[in-house]
């Protein structure tokens, strides 16, 4: 009798880690979401879209890295299917080919030096047929690090001379450019210390 029920127990014990662990799995995929792709422009292709990134530091006691913007993901509003824009710098042009139809920043990330920091926003637009959609200038001032560390995006409208950015050397020149200038919800938002980083309180702000 013993045996038996010491075998129940074992059983019963064995079901409910089974439910634990399958509950955790389900869990876990759900919070993966929908997959991204990472988004890579083909010289010789014509832009649907293209506008520059511009990274500064404002304030005092820095870590001496230059502050970079490393990557933007993009989300299409319309079929959920999301990107990543690689940057890698603090001031750069980005070329896009997207579909037409109304897409959003939802999530920026920067670096300095070894040192990683991100925030979630939104920044819409509109990526319209027949021609070259110009997204502008995209700054973006970010704090030194503090206690509450933020970041303000700014827009602005001033067009650049196709051929003085380097990154479009080679790409043909678009037919028709149009000027549509981001939507954007919040001006100021709180940055986030991404890890792995060092044990040291320091790097937490």
């Not at 422009?41 to 006691?61: C, D, H, M, N, Q």
């Not at 750069?92 to 080919?97: P, T, Y």
């Not at 650049?160 to 450019?177: D, L």
Request: glycine share 8%; hydrophobic share 40%; aromatic share 12%.
């Amino acid at each position: 009798m013993n045996a038996d029920s010491n075998l129940g127990r074992f059983l019963k014990e064995a079901l409910k880690i089974g439910w634990i662990v399958v509950t955790c799995g389900v869990l876990l995929t759900a919070c993966v979401g929908v997959a991204q792709k990472e988004w890579q422009w083909k010289k010789g292709e014509e832009p649907t879209a293209f506008g520059l990134i511009k990274v500064r530091t404002t304030g005092s006691y820095s870590r001496g890295y230059q502050t970079q913007l490393r990557f933007f993901h993009l989300l299409n509003r319309g079929t959920g299917e999301r990107f990543r824009v690689d940057v890698q710098s603090a001031a750069k042009a980005f070329i896009l080919n997207l579909a037409p139809g109304d897409y959003e920043v939802v999530r920026v990330q920067f670096n300095e030096g070894p040192m990683m920091m991100e925030a979630h926003l939104s920044l819409q637009f509109q990526v319209r047929p027949n021609g070259t959609n110009y997204l502008g200038i995209w700054q973006f001032d970010v704090d030194t690090p503090r206690t509450q560390r933020m970041f303000r995006t700014k827009i602005f409208h001033e067009q650049p001379n196709w051929e003085e950015i380097p990154m479009m050397r080679g790409a043909p020149k678009p037919k028709t450019m149009e000027v549509f200038l981001p939507k954007l919800e919040i001006e100021e938002i709180r940055l986030f210390t991404v890890a792995p980083y060092p044990k040291i309180s320091y790097y937490y702000r």
